[in-house]
């Protein structure tokens, strides 16, 4: 039987997996629940359905923080159990993963040492930047472009990338992600109304309302516990106070897009300009986002069409194209270029 070959986008919110046998992506929540401190309870989806609703003897982790691996040994697990469950698990396969550029050696190095050292027994594992990834399920021409901007908004960070002529030029990773509009927008909500609302609640404002439309009058009616009477009831929240939690993490995220443009080589820059910024993530789902990144920078913005999978599905074509096997490498090769 052939060994089969898995593409995997290991994110703080999402596990994005491809299957070349099946020839499927899929994804599952990046959660654990424990029992009793140590005894693994549920995985992914299911452990996420039990989050801020668990009893207190169950602790629901994720087991990534801020893009790289926190818990590497809950990590390890949760991801031998995902490829396990109802899904064949077959040993002796290949491994292609997406890493984040701007983390250090170590943390990169978890990445491939999380696979190789699991019961996976994988015949082979390869990394990939996370945003030449990106670039490729974006379709851009990785190899001869003269400049393209790409922001991966995701669940706990976000990541600018300047790449050109094949290569990363400019990378940062940005600790802001949609975790932290969620805790943003559950500070103002308890200081506003003296209401606590979880953090699914908050998600599900942000979602439901966007940013930068000319929708101004919204409510939402929400779940949540009345901080002076200590009585859980529900009330409604506006659109306005959801964007205005929005505002500061978001110019953040815009003026480190900025100051990245300002430190970019002019000709780069130049290209960058007529090609464009090209948003990636979960995050960019946003209704509204494309404009406000277009409106705050002043450059063309488009956002892939489905962003959170985009990574994923540039490893599958990376996998699937002996053309463009070259931007995978051996962590344990001498050509491995970020080691030297
Ligand atoms: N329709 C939507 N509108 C707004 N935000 C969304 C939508 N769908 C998903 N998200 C957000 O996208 C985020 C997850 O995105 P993604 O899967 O890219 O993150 P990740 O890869 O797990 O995290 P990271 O890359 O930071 O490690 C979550 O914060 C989620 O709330
Ligand atoms: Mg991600």
Redesign the pocket.
């Given at each position: 039987m052939a060994r089969n070959v898995y593409g995997l986008?290991l994110?703080?919110?999402?596990i994005?997996v491809y299957d070349k046998k099946k020839d499927t992506i899929w994804k599952e929540k990046?959660v654990i629940a424990l029992r009793n401190e140590k005894e693994i309870f549920a995985v992914g989806d299911e452990a996420f359905s039990m989050y801020e609703k668990a009893p207190s003897n169950i602790e629901v982790v994720f087991p990534?923080k801020e893009?790289v691996i926190s818990r590497f040994h809950d990590m390890q697990f949760l991801l031998q159990n995902l490829l396990k469950k109802d899904r064949q698990f077959a040993r002796g396969s290949e491994y292609v993963v997406a890493v984040p550029t701007d983390v250090t050696e170590v943390e990169k190095k978890a990445f491939f040492d999380l696979v190789i050292h699991s019961t996976a027994k994988a015949k082979e594992v390869n990394i990939v930047e996370r945003s030449i990834a990106d670039a490729i399920g974006l379709n851009l021409d990785v190899q001869n472009t003269r400049g393209v901007f790409i922001v991966?908004?995701?669940?706990?960070?976000t990541?600018l990338s300047v790449i050109a002529g094949g290569g990363m030029v400019m990378n940062r990773l940005l600790k802001v992600?949609?975790?932290t509009f969620?805790q943003s927008v559950i500070n103002l909500v308890r200081h506003s109304h003296d209401f606590l609302i979880g953090r699914h609640t908050a998600?599900v404002l942000?979602?439901s309302f966007g940013i930068f439309t000319n929708e101004v009058e919204a409510m939402l009616t929400v779940a949540g516990r009345d901080l002076i009477t200590g009585v859980p009831m529900r009330k409604g929240i506006s659109i306005n106070l959801v964007r205005l939690a929005m505002k500061d993490p978001l110019f953040q995220c815009v003026s480190a897009i900025q100051s990245l443009l300002d430190r970019t080589p002019p000709e780069v820059r130049k290209a960058i300009n007529e090609n464009g910024i090209f948003l990636t993530?979960?995050?960019a789902?946003?209704a509204g986002l494309e404009m406000y990144v277009e409106e705050m920078v002043g450059i063309t913005t488009r956002t892939s069409v489905e962003?959170?999978i985009c990574a994923v599905s540039g490893l599958k074509k990376i996998i699937e194209s002996k053309e463009l096997r070259k931007f995978a490498f051996s962590m344990i090769d001498e050509n491995y270029r970020w080691m030297r």
């Open positions: 986008d994110g703080s919110y999402e994005k990046d990534m893009g991966n908004f995701g669940g706990e960070t990541e992600g949609g975790a969620d998600e942000r979602k993530g979960g995050v789902h946003t962003p959170d």
